[in-house]
């Protein structure tokens, strides 16, 4: 078997949620070159998708959309890869503080507690599968924050790494890897769903 066919997904099931734009989508279009059968999810699906059977509209910011996720993506049973991509900032510059709670809990639910509460839906069937490959995109402000406009985004992403160190170690033994990347260090080739590399966070 050719490098190139062992990197192939053909068969494998995705979730990418942020695919609608910008990594999320370029993540989207590469797995789908590789052959898996990716789903995605953004609050608003972009006009003429290619793939609208494949688009799930919900707020993963909130439990009722990640609701409204798990609850369509359950329908074909366990996925094999899970990519959180969605994030983002709003609170407005100032400093520490011009964020008030309201920036705080916004930022911790978009970019922390979606993937939290999606991970906490999907992957017990992942687990029960013995296989399967969780990614969680961070951001270099995890380590290097901008001080004036996004220390809550900052404070989450670096909180989604410690998260995903932990996840790794738990989910190890059982046939799961789990990866925290920033923007520019995914790689789909490496998201063939096996156990065969050790589970850890990648910076």
């Not at 978009?110 to 992957?123: E, H, P, S, T």
């Not at 789990?178 to 065969?196: C, D, I, K, L, Y």
Request: glycine share 12%.
């Amino acid at each position: 078997m050719s490098s190139s066919d062992r990197d192939r997904l053909n068969g494998r099931r995705a979730l990418v949620t942020g695919g609608s734009k910008g990594s999320g989508k370029a993540i989207v279009q590469r797995l789908r070159e590789m052959g898996a059968d990716v789903w995605t999810t953004a609050r608003t699906m972009p006009g003429g998708y290619e793939r609208p059977d494949r688009f799930i509209e919900a707020d993963t910011s909130t439990v009722g959309g990640v609701e409204a996720v798990v609850s369509k993506i359950s329908e074909g049973g366990a996925l094999d890869i899970l990519e959180h991509v969605v994030g983002g900032s709003s609170t407005p510059p100032g400093g520490f503080a011009a964020a008030t709670e309201e920036h705080w809990l916004a930022e911790l639910n978009l970019n922390l507690l979606g993937a939290v509460r999606l991970d906490r839906a999907l992957l017990p069937a992942i687990v029960e599968a013995g296989s399967g490959v969780v990614v969680h995109v961070t951001s270099i402000q995890r380590e290097m924050p901008l001080r004036d406009a996004t220390l809550p985004y900052a404070s989450a992403k670096g909180a989604l790494r410690t998260y995903s160190k932990s996840l790794a170690n738990e989910l190890a033994p059982r046939g799961v890897r789990v990866n925290a990347v920033s923007p520019g260090g995914f790689r789909p080739e490496r998201m063939r769903a096996s156990s065969t590399s050790s589970p850890r966070a990648t910076d």
